[in-house]
């Protein structure tokens, strides 16, 4: 049992967001997932100190964005449209 599993192994840190459907993506495919709460989600995927996985919160304009990457070099981008 890992001790801080990789998001690649099928653990999402929120309930609800998760897919084990075979075929969703192909190796290197983007999907992106709108949400509330992503100052959040970045506070407890920092807390947990993973060694290869320090995603940012970056401002794009309209809304904030947090990217990972699973063991497969697929990308799960996080959005959070912006108030205003």
Known sequence: MFRNP?????????????????GDATPGGNMCVYM???????????????????PGLEDAGTRLELQVIDPFNNRI????????
Do not use: N, V
């Open 77 to 84: 981008r996080f959005m959070e449209l912006k108030d205003g």
């Open 36 to 54: 509330k709460g992503i100052r959040e989600l970045h506070r407890e995927l920092t807390a947990k100190e993973y060694r290869y996985m320090k």
């Open 6 to 22: 990789p998001i690649g192994s099928g653990q999402l840190p929120s309930p609800g967001c998760h897919s084990e459907h075979a």
